[in-house]
């Protein structure tokens, strides 16, 4: 039973415009949220993170949004750069107690 | 130097050899994770240990058994490897307590496992 799922295996975008990712839970009681980005070759580096208390959270060229009530969180980056082309992933947590990981999302920024 | 490392990098083996991942950190953190990654599957916890005295199964162990030598040191053992624990496996840390951040998690590079 996937708790976490990321429902686009990948995504191309051009240089400069915007990228969303996209990230669905089923379990209510995650209370924290989190983006991973995962270069070949290297391990998955934490990106941002959001608590269920919130509904935004940004840094820099990277925010994530939250709507609880449809239990769907993305991420977007803008403007994309082809420096972010990597595999996302979005992880869930309950009470700082280990996390749950989505399935990835292949990003491609294109020139 | 990286602060979790893993050994080996790379191994190739045979259907029923026992295979040793070994994790090493010297981030001072309390808690520690073995991870797969699998294509379309993401990562999958295997089992994860918030101390020297606990050890927890996470979503996929069986087949996998785990010890943790020291604070520093949590090992993943295949005690009979099979073909479809090819995978890339990842160890990971944490902080108990870190305020905002005591959730993220700090990766090794990965240990690339071939079962033929």
């Known amino acids: 039973d996937q708790q976490v799922k990321q429902n686009s295996p990948s995504l191309s975008v051009q240089e400069g415009r915007i990228s969303i990712l996209n990230c669905d839970y089923t379990?209510?009681?995650?209370?924290?949220f989190l983006w991973y980005k995962k270069y070949p070759a290297e391990g998955p580096t934490f990106l941002i993170s959001?608590?269920?208390?919130?509904d935004k959270n940004e840094d820099g060229r990277f925010t994530v949004f939250l709507n609880k009530s449809a239990k769907h969180l993305s991420l977007h980056i803008v403007p994309s750069q082809p420096g972010d082309s990597a595999v996302y992933f979005c992880?869930?947590?309950?009470?700082?107690?280990?996390?749950?990981f989505g399935t990835g999302t292949r990003l491609q920024v294109f020139p | 130097d990286a602060d979790v490392t893993q050994t080996p990098r790379n191994r190739i083996t045979k259907t029923g050899k026992r295979i040793m991942l070994e994790c090493s950190q010297t981030?001072?953190?309390?808690?520690m994770y073995w991870y797969r990654q699998d294509p379309g599957l993401g990562l999958r916890l295997i089992y994860y240990?918030?101390?020297?005295?606990?050890?927890n199964k996470g979503e996929i162990s069986d087949g996998y058994s785990v010890s943790r030598q020291a604070q520093a040191k949590f090992s993943l053992s295949l005690e009979s490897a099979i073909p479809n624990q090819t995978a890339l496996y990842f160890c990971?840390?944490?902080?108990?307590?870190?305020?905002?951040?005591?959730?993220?998690?700090?990766f090794g590079e990965g240990s690339r496992l071939t079962v033929l």
């Open positions: 959001i608590s269920s208390i919130k």
């Open positions: 379990n209510s009681m995650f209370d924290y």
């Open positions: 240990s918030f101390d020297v005295k606990d050890i």
């Open positions: 992880a869930a947590t309950f009470n700082t107690d280990k996390l749950i």
């Open positions: 981030k001072g953190h309390d808690r």
């Open positions: 990971a840390t944490s902080a108990l307590h870190e305020g905002a951040r005591s959730r993220e998690l700090f």
